[in-house]
């Protein structure tokens, strides 16, 4: 029988765990958390009552924001490689990771065995009788013969919804139906609010992909649903726009969220861990209880096998005793009442036997069921270890980053003062220019009206002069003229001289 400790250990471990400190948000295609206003980050806070509705809608808000970054990158991936995925493609196995944490979001403890269980395998079985079609999908998946939890069953019936592209279209007939989500969803959970009508819509885009799995070789009864943050992390070499101060805050932001999220994600561990050693415990307990139980039961068997050896024996007597007919009456009687409270004695300790035995094999099944929790815990822990790991990995890179960035703005600060250094002395220099400009506009004046002053008074002087030389210039060439008379005339008579010469030498001859 389940102890009040295993129900709430149990109920404790089947809890989803949400960063209600912070609200999820989207910066473009990127992942962002920013910190709640009303929310301190003094270290180990005390615990303060906040409001369960406030919440619940932190919750909605954060899921609907992780389904859009999910079906946006799962979208764009797929687009880009240009061909059928699988079930080993990891942004396919995070967007049925987020998908399978917006269907447990409010959902209504079921009580069993060993305590509370919570499955949406419950409403995902409705949808056959809202959309016939999907009477075929529910039927492969109660056919798969290596399911056996209702989990495993609901992720199953996801991968075959996706793989028949109506995903969308049985959430959305899901969804319109909230007087059968009642049953199953307390009213503020995400499937009953507007965020959950909202990712139906969006799953509409999951159309264009084609998907396909193999069911027979995957086990997902075991399978452990943790968020990876870092595949939506901002990364600092992506950002295109403007530099310097934006970028460190960009980067700052990142490094506290990283260091947050180390530090929930540490207080998780912890608190796995000390769930692990309380099942440790239990189940030594119950070890404990079952060794005692079995000894009982030996004890039981010993007794009732020396009851049956006095019985035979208390027969054999009664039988000689009624042959040889020596005993009287009395003894004959007492004997057979004490054959009578044996013969009780021995149906007792037989039920009794019986009900050991029961009780044996429901704690046996019990110590099995909680060897297999104890194992998905353990499969949990090394997860969120490997995903602790792979975030202080990441806040190692960005922590270069940012003394990178420190480093660039140092260099860009002295840089700047040296600029200012070289403009105040550009000013300086503009100045004595513009003051040299001045001055020699001034001279320029003063010559200006200097050489006015200069052509007034030497005018007329000018116009005489001009005057004279007009007069020069028409006496030139009035003897110039006179020349080419006087070199005409001496050219004449030179020739006439000549021919005079040569009539005598002629005569002579």
């Given at each position: 029988?389940?102890?009040p400790?295993t129900?709430?250990i149990?109920?404790a471990?089947m809890?989803t765990?949400?960063?209600?400190k912070f609200?999820v ?8 958390l920013?910190?709640l206003?009303d929310i301190?980050l003094?270290p180990d806070?005390?615990?303060?009552h ?9 919750e909605r808000m954060n899921?609907m924001?992780?389904?859009k ?14 061909r059928?995925?699988d079930s080993d ?6 967007f049925f ?5 917006c269907?447990k979001?409010?959902l209504k403890?079921?009580?069993t ?9 419950g409403?995902?079985?409705l ?8 009477a075929?999908i529910t039927?492969?998946?109660k ?6 939890t209702p989990v ?7 991968r075959?919804?996706?793989?028949q ?13 909230k007087?059968l989500l009642?049953?199953?969803?307390e009213p503020?959970?995400?499937?009953m ?6 990712i139906a ?5 999951l159309?264009v992909?084609d998907a396909?799995f193999c ?7 075991s399978q452990?649903?943790?968020?990876d943050?870092?595949?939506?992390l901002?990364?600092g070499n992506?950002?295109k726009g403007s530099?310097g101060d ?9 490094k506290?969220?990283?260091e947050e999220?180390?530090r929930?994600?540490?207080a998780?561990v912890?608190n796995?861990q000390a769930?692990v050693d309380?099942?440790?415990?239990s189940?030594?307990?119950l070890t404990e209880e079952?060794a005692?139980a079995?000894?009982r039961?030996i004890?039981?068997?010993?007794e009732?096998?020396?009851v049956?050896?006095?019985s035979?024996y208390?027969?054999e007597?009664?039988?000689k005793?009624t042959?040889?007919?020596t005993?009287d009456?009395?003894a004959?009687?007492e004997?057979r009442k004490?054959l009578k ?5 021995r149906l ?7 009900a050991?035995?029961?009780m ?5 099944l019990?110590?099995k069921?909680?060897e ?14 490997q ?5 202080r ?6 922590s ?6 420190d480093m660039?703005a140092k ?7 040296r600029?200012e250094?070289?403009?105040?002395q ?5 100045k004595q ?7 020699a ?5 003063l010559a200006?009206q200097?050489?006015r002053?200069?052509k ?9 002069l001009q005057?004279?030389?007009?007069e020069l210039?028409?006496?030139r060439?009035h ?6 008379r006087?070199?005409?005339r001496?050219s004449?008579s030179?020739?006439?001289?000549q021919?005079s010469k040569k009539?005598p ?5």
């Open positions: 029988m389940p102890t400790t129900d709430k149990t109920q471990a809890e765990i949400y960063l209600c609200r948000s989207m910066d473009g295609e990127w992942l962002c920013r910190e206003d301190s003094t806070p005390e615990p303060t906040e409001d369960p509705n406030y919440l619940m809608a932190n899921l924001n992780m389904a970054l999910s079906i946006k990158g799962l979208i764009e991936s797929a687009l880009n490689l240009g059928t995925l493609y990891a942004p396919l196995q995070q990771v987020v998908m399978e944490h269907l979001h409010g403890a079921k009580k065995f060993l305590g509370q269980n919570k499955s949406f395998w409403p995902l079985e949808v056959e009788k809202l959309v016939p079609e999907a075929e039927a492969s998946v056919d798969l013969p290596g399911l056996k495993g069953r609901g992720r199953a019936w996801l075959l919804a996706l793989m592209k109506k995903l969308s279209e049985y959430m959305k007939a899901l969804i319109n139906r007087d009642s049953e199953f969803y503020n959970a995400l499937m609010e507007e965020e959950g009508a909202i819509g969006l799953l509409v885009g159309n992909i396909n069911m027979k070789g995957e086990d997902l009864d452990v649903g943790v968020i943050f870092s595949m939506y901002k990364d992506s950002t530099e934006g970028q460190i805050t960009a980067i700052l932001d990142q506290n969220y990283v999220l180390n929930h994600l540490s998780t912890n796995l769930k309380a099942l440790e415990k189940n030594t307990k079952l005692v079995n000894n039961i004890t039981l068997q010993e009732m096998e020396r049956k050896e006095e035979s208390i027969l007597s009664s039988r005793a042959k040889d007919r005993a009456g009395q004959l009687t004997a004490q409270e044996e013969t009780q004695l007792d300790v037989e039920k009794e036997l019986e050991q035995i029961g044996r094999q429901e704690m046996e019990a110590m069921m909680l297999k929790d104890v194992c998905e815990k353990q499969d949990a822990l090394v997860a969120l270890r995903q602790l790991d792979d975030l990995a990441l806040k190692h890179e960005l270069f980053k940012l003394q990178s960035s660039g260099q860009k600060s002295e840089l700047n003062s600029l250094e070289k403009t105040n550009m000013a300086a220099t503009i220019l513009e003051q040299r400009l001045r001055q506009e001034k001279e320029r004046q200006q200097d050489n002053l200069f007034q008074e030497l005018g007329d002087k000018i116009n005489s005057l004279q030389v007009e210039s028409r006496q060439s003897l110039e003229l006179e020349l080419r006087e070199r005409d001496w004449h030179h020739q006439r001289s021919e009539g030498r002629n005569w002579l001859r």
